[in-house]
């Protein structure tokens, strides 16, 4: 990890902290913010659920905005506001109780995510075009340990009051803000002269892409379940709610050890496209364990002894930590190859295509996983991982065959 960090331009060094400063200042406040309003403001659960869905919206709704800011406006400039912003919506959490304010601020929190998100990508991959996949890894990494801390400190100021953890998460971010501004180099805008329009439709007629998308779209739907299938079924068969912890846990701590690691191993050993196919089909084995054990492991009636517990829910925990290594394989080398099936010129925008696909297919096939959860009868519960089985057999395909016709290389 050191050896690809060393290799990186003092702006793209900048990158990998500034993401670990988003997403720790992101995750100081997020994990608390349903039970606050839930709890301390006596919302009820369907406003709660509306300010969280507003969150998500805003955001995943916004990516290609943002994207298409950053080739036409240049990405610097994208990062810079889309921090500033997230200070506005996290003081506005900080500062009052009113729910259309902190509705306002939720949906500022998400616009922010959409701005920056793509812009940092787009920035990350102009840096060093043919290291991508690495440097994404360590992007990846840094996420991984934002998430991992910022619950943790988030945890120990909230024993003091959530609104003094917004504006922690403010403050973050206000680092994070002038940082970007005083250390983060100016970088052109690369669509400059391209309308808005014409780039947007020009992305619509790369059918190449398309496919693409489709089949990497499987890798979002995949990452979904770690929030939805895996945590619901370890709970179900151990009754602590605890156990979702550990999934991820194990998910984190994963990423973290072993993630730079996994990718440059397989650049050494593969192309982009065998790496990003190996990957996805990881990812669905990571589900084989669930789809077996699921139909013979009763329910638990109230929350069982540790080591009962514990061999109850080794099938999900193994399964996370397979998904997990194939999800860290999958997510550097989908990155590289998205510019690479895409156009350098258009890094974001197609960035943003990307991520409103992606999003759009994993809200879709994550309903679908939902409906078959909620299926009745034990030899029914392995259906939800046995389609998401399917599902990273045929995302891996398509990469395969794509790499295979040469598709995943530069035109």
């Excluded at 998500?56 to 610097?76: E, K």
């Excluded at 065998?274 to 929350?303: I, K, Q």
């Excluded at 939800?384 to 089985?389: G, K, M, Q, R, S």
């Amino acid at each position: 990890m050191r050896a690809v960090l060393r290799q990186l331009s003092p702006a793209g060094r900048l990158l990998i902290v500034n993401q670990f400063g988003i997403v720790f200042g992101f995750f100081l406040v997020l994990p608390f913010l349903a039970t606050y309003l839930r709890e301390e403001l006596g919302l009820a659960a369907a406003v709660v659920g509306t300010v969280i869905g507003l969150r998500t919206l805003s955001q995943q709704g916004l990516f290609l905005v943002g994207g298409a800011l950053a080739d036409h406006w240049g990405p610097q400039r994208v990062i810079v506001l889309g921090c500033a912003l997230r200070v506005l919506g996290f003081g506005a959490l900080a500062a009052t109780r009113s729910l259309p304010w902190i509705v306002a601020g939720t949906m500022v929190i998400g616009v922010a995510g959409a701005l920056f998100s793509p812009a940092s990508t787009t920035y990350l991959s102009h840096e060093s075009p043919g290291r991508r996949a690495e440097n994404f890894a360590l992007y990846q990494f840094a996420g991984n340990a934002g998430a991992l801390l910022g619950p943790l400190v988030g945890a120990l100021l909230l024993a003091v009051d959530f609104r003094l953890v917004c504006g922690a998460a403010a403050a973050v971010f206000g680092a994070l803000s002038v940082a970007q501004v005083l250390l983060l180099p100016y970088r052109a805008p690369q669509a400059r002269g391209d309308g808005v329009l014409r780039s947007l439709w020009q992305v619509v007629r790369n059918r190449r892409f398309l496919v693409f998308a489709l089949a990497g779209s499987v890798y979002f739907t995949l990452w979904n379940q770690l929030y939805l299938a895996l945590p619901l079924e370890v709970e179900r068969v151990t009754g602590r709610p605890d156990a979702v912890s550990a999934v991820f846990l194990v998910s984190t701590v994963v990423g973290i050890v072993f993630g730079v690691r996994l990718t440059v191993a397989c650049r050494r050993r593969w192309s982009a496209g065998r790496s990003m196919a190996t990957g996805l089909l990881l990812m669905g084995g990571g589900f084989v364990p669930a789809a077996v054990a699921a139909p013979f492991l009763a329910t638990a009636a109230g929350p069982l002894d540790l080591a009962v517990a514990a061999r109850a829910g080794a099938p999900v925990l193994a399964g996370t930590a397979v998904f997990s290594v194939g999800a860290a394989i999958a997510n550097p080398f989908m990155m590289e190859l998205i510019p690479t099936v895409g156009s350098e010129r258009l890094v974001g925008t197609y960035f943003g295509w990307f991520n409103l696909f992606s999003s759009l297919a994993a809200a879709g096939a994550s309903a679908a996983v939902g409906a078959l959860i909620d299926l009745p009868g034990a030899a029914l519960r392995c259906t939800p991982f046995a389609l998401l089985v399917l599902l990273s057999t045929a995302g891996g395909a398509v990469i395969a065959v794509l790499q295979q016709r040469g598709r995943l290389e530069s035109a």
